[in-house]
């Protein structure tokens, strides 16, 4: 059996390749007000890389002027973050066919962490496994903050 591969080589693998785990995850739709998600095609262990939130990698400035121009609903796909002692964003706006940018908020009960890690002296955004995931759960993690208002929603 060959030896494991640390979650971080992993996930460092998949961010230079561009690629999903497509063996791993697969995409669903659930409904009107979440749309789809993201789900485990297989089980997944704790502490493992899940997906990459991949998206256009642009500064404050630039994610501001594109705040101004989007739909309120492609503002929810963009991903401000602080590196390097400056803010960030992942624009994930538009559907690129990836997998990261179709994970679902959830703040009480997340399987995923969000976690920033430098490639080559990029930052990247990457989902690693707060806990067990098994086969058919969906993919989720905090989204953090308090403006989400699909988070007062009552499903059905």
Known sequence: MPPRVSPLKDAIQHVVSKTDKTYKLEVKYINAVKGRGLFAASSICKGEFVV???????????????RSLYH???????FAFKWRGKMWCIDASRDDGSFGRLVNDDHRHPNCKMKRIDVNGIPHLC????????????ITYDYGGEDCPWRTQVFP
């Open 72 to 78: 309120p609903s492609c503002v929810a796909f963009m």
């Open 127 to 138: 989902l690693f496994a707060l806990n067990d995931i098994k086969e058919g759960q969906e």
């Open 52 to 66: 990459e939130y991949r998206g256009d990698l642009i500064n404050d400035a630039e994610s501001q002027r594109r």
